[in-house]
């Protein structure tokens, strides 16, 4: 692009001096030469050029920089929206890269814009509102944000995000039988491969909890195999924390699913330390991991106390196939921006 820039500063030059020269040398009959009109049309033509090319070629000059981060990214977008603020899809968007950089009071600020956009109608603000409201307080499951969830399968029945934390929250409150109404309707909308496992995991628990019954054999090594066990370390890099005090949060979450992590543990900051989490982890009573799915563990020094993350916390992350791994390694190597 630097060389296209020059070679065309070079041509226009060439231009300018083609018009220009002749009227700086004077015309036949005339006494002086003809300065301002070369001035002008050396004007024109490098002023007009340029302008020109903006507007007519197809560069996207707009674009951000190859270096760009996500949060320039997102911080460009809300700029976007402060001079198109009843743009709806584009609050969505804002609230779901919120929700991705694990901002969780800013997402739910978009989602609620979205929402008065809407006047109260869409499933997707809805259901990011409650997703909002649950990972920065989880007792909000029994409040605003379960009956945000209620609201939106009203909207729509089939929403399948509305249909999952819909079933999560019947389970909590236990209303079984809705709760795998829920699920066995999820499962009837063809989900991904690697969430199938998981619902026809949950559905067979609530028919074992329905019927009375003691869990199969085959349901009870499965939950057996369902474990991640991870040994967390703190590399020589990262600044040591101010005080033991900062709580070390271990999260299990799915990486084809950005949302509520399927498991958490709150730990104290000692090291090194090895941590296992399994079903009874589980931050949404009957959303947890299956054996055989690839999950990201995710380690994280909390130095406010808050299980948000926040600048400057210290962080490690490494992937994981549930049941197939033993002990992994975690190393906390990094720190939020």
Do not use: C
Not at 87 to 96: E, F, H, V, Y
Not at 251 to 272: I, M, N, W, Y
């Amino acid at each position: 692009m630097v060389t296209f820039i020059v070679l065309a500063a070079a041509l226009t030059l060439a231009g300018v001096l083609a018009v220009a020269v002749p009227l700086l040398r004077g015309r036949s009959g005339a006494g002086a030469p003809d300065a301002w009109a070369a001035l002008g049309a050396a004007g024109l033509l490098i002023v007009g050029s340029a302008l020109l090319y903006a507007a007519w070629s197809n560069w996207p000059w707009r674009a951000p920089a190859p270096g760009s981060t996500p949060q320039t990214m997102v911080a460009h977008l809300a700029r976007q929206l402060e001079h198109d603020p009843n743009n709806s899809a584009g609050w969505l968007m804002l609230g779901r890269s919120y929700l991705v950089l694990q901002e969780y009071p800013l997402a739910l600020r978009a989602y609620e814009r979205a929402d008065r956009l809407s006047g109260g109608r869409n499933v997707e603000a809805l259901t990011g509102e409650a997703e909002a409201l649950a990972l920065s307080d989880e007792s909000e499951l029994d409040g605003r944000a379960g009956r945000l969830i209620e609201r939106a399968l009203v909207i729509d029945p089939d929403s399948g995000k509305a249909l999952f934390f819909g079933a999560a929250l019947a389970e909590r409150r236990g209303d079984l039988q809705l709760a795998r109404t829920r699920f066995a309707r999820l499962l009837a909308m063809n989900p991904p491969p690697n969430v199938r496992p998981l619902l026809e995991q949950q559905i067979s628990a609530l028919d074992e909890k329905l019927s009375g019954g003691a869990p199969a054999p085959a349901a009870a090594a499965a939950q057996a195999g369902a474990v991640v066990r991870v040994y967390v370390s703190v590399a020589p890099s990262v600044p040591p924390a101010a005080s033991q005090a900062a709580p070390l949060f271990v999260f299990v979450r799915d990486p084809a699913h950005p949302g509520p992590p399927l498991a958490v543990k709150r730990l104290e900051s000692r090291f090194p330390q090895s941590v296992s989490l399994s079903a009874s982890d589980a931050v949404v009573p009957g959303r947890a991991f299956a054996p055989g799915q690839n999950v990201q563990v995710v380690a994280r020094i909390a130095r406010s106390g808050n299980p948000v993350g926040a600048s400057g916390d210290p962080y490690g992350e490494v992937t994981y196939k549930v049941g197939q791994e033993g002990v992994t390694s975690l190393v906390i190597d990094h720190v939020m921006p």
